[in-house]
């Protein structure tokens, strides 16, 4: 386990190589052979740019509908929250209209078994589905 606050460059570098030393591999490859004039890698750009446009499109709609998700559920989270603060205000109000001995400790276990509640369903919600 890494505690440092910082990746140093070469250490990010050492991790990374398979990620950036193929692309730079390929890309060298097909510079030195675009110099020496070896045309079979030309492609013409109008098959490219419908490519692209395309995927833009799709990458679009798929962030949009991602955010729209992510938006629903910090709502529907959001809600529970209220409705239990709500809910820990009545509990606490509650039983200053009572007149038993221990139901001060009721309600506080009450809430606190509430807030673990409240806890555990972050930590499922944060889980991620493989």
């Known amino acids: 386990m890494y505690v440092g606050r910082r990746y140093p460059l070469p250490q990010t570098l050492l991790?990374?190589?398979?990620?950036?030393?193929?692309?730079?591999?390929?890309?060298?490859?097909?510079?030195?052979?675009?110099?020496?004039?070896?045309?079979?890698?030309?492609?013409?750009?109008?098959?490219?740019?419908?490519?692209?446009?395309?995927?833009?499109?799709?990458?679009?709609?798929?962030?949009?509908?991602?955010?729209?998700?992510?938006?629903?559920?910090?709502?529907?989270?959001?809600?529970?929250?209220?409705?239990?603060?709500?809910?820990?205000?009545?509990?606490r109000d509650l039983p200053a209209a009572t007149t038993e001995g221990d139901i001060d400790g009721v309600a506080v276990r009450m809430v606190h078994r509430h807030v673990a509640w409240m806890d555990a369903l972050r930590h499922q919600l944060r889980k991620l589905k493989t």
């Open 15 to 91: 991790w990374s190589r398979y990620d950036w030393m193929i692309p730079l591999g390929w890309s060298v490859l097909v510079t030195v052979l675009y110099k020496l004039g070896v045309s079979i890698l030309a492609i013409p750009w109008l098959p490219i740019s419908v490519v692209g446009v395309a995927v833009a499109f799709y990458l679009g709609f798929k962030n949009n509908k991602s955010y729209e998700r992510l938006w629903e559920a910090r709502k529907i989270y959001g809600a529970i929250v209220n409705a239990s603060r709500h809910w820990a205000y009545s509990v």
